[in-house]
């Protein structure tokens, strides 16, 4: 069976910090990977994703950045952070192709101070 | 033209009543419809999903109406249980398409 992993599970940073998420996917191949947004209480805004390795499609201009570099794992960085990004960071897999159901990671939890 | 509206915000709801989330979306090329249950501080899961050759799709207590020519999809939550409690998120997506656009969110309270 298919599972997603993602970390940290909460981060705390200060302002101006480098940022570095992980999410690998394991038992598929070939997955579309997502990573979305989530403010408090608001919904989920797509900010990246991939049909393959080293390919990215950015929905959101940002301070934000994604990166491929296997099949199964999908990076979400930042230089400086800002204020603004925090949030909930959520990655998601997709069976190769056109999109139907995705399938949620169990989210990171980032704060920046 | 690739948003999906979510109604209410919130939602307040008696132990065994019926909760009611609507969606309406202006995009006559989507064609999926799911619908997701994001408990706090999780991933959101997929609860229900329905495309548009069908007028109403049940599983369980949950089941999702689709009016195709009001461009509207609701979910109703028969006999609402306190374990219900959770955000719900309607999404969309035409065939083809490599993303899901998501509605606003409900967050639903069911009071014992």
């Known amino acids: 069976s298919q599972t997603i992993h993602q970390w940290p599970a909460t981060l705390v940073q200060p302002v101006g910090s480098p940022l570095s998420l992980e999410c690998t996917v394991e038992g598929t191949s070939n997955p579309n990977l997502y990573w979305y947004r989530q403010a408090a209480g608001r919904g989920l805004q797509l900010l990246f994703y991939?049909?393959?390795?080293?390919?990215i499609s950015s929905e959101v201009p940002q301070n934000l950045s994604a990166s491929r570099p296997q099949d199964r794992q999908f990076i979400l960085s930042s230089k400086k952070l800002l204020l603004s990004d925090s949030g909930f960071y959520l990655c998601?897999?997709?069976?190769?192709?056109?999109?139907?159901?995705?399938?949620f990671g169990p989210g990171t939890r980032l704060t920046v101070l | 033209q690739q948003q999906v509206k979510q109604s209410p915000q919130s939602l307040i709801v008696q132990k065994g009543g019926i909760s009611i989330i609507n969606c309406a979306y202006e995009n006559t090329a989507f064609d999926y419809f799911p619908w997701y249950q994001q408990f706090p501080g999780k991933g959101p899961a997929l609860l229900i999903a329905?495309?548009?050759?069908?007028s109403e799709k049940k599983e369980g207590r949950f089941t999702i109406s689709f009016n195709k020519s009001a461009k509207q999809f609701s979910l109703h939550i028969m006999d609402s249980q306190p374990g219900d409690s959770a955000t719900y998120f309607c999404a969309a997506t035409e065939t083809g398409r490599r993303a899901l656009t998501f509605g606003s969110g409900t967050r639903l309270q069911v009071q014992p």
């Open positions: 998601a897999w997709t069976p190769p192709g056109p999109v139907d159901t995705q399938y």
């Open positions: 991939s049909v393959g390795i080293g390919q």
């Open positions: 329905i495309r548009p050759d069908v």
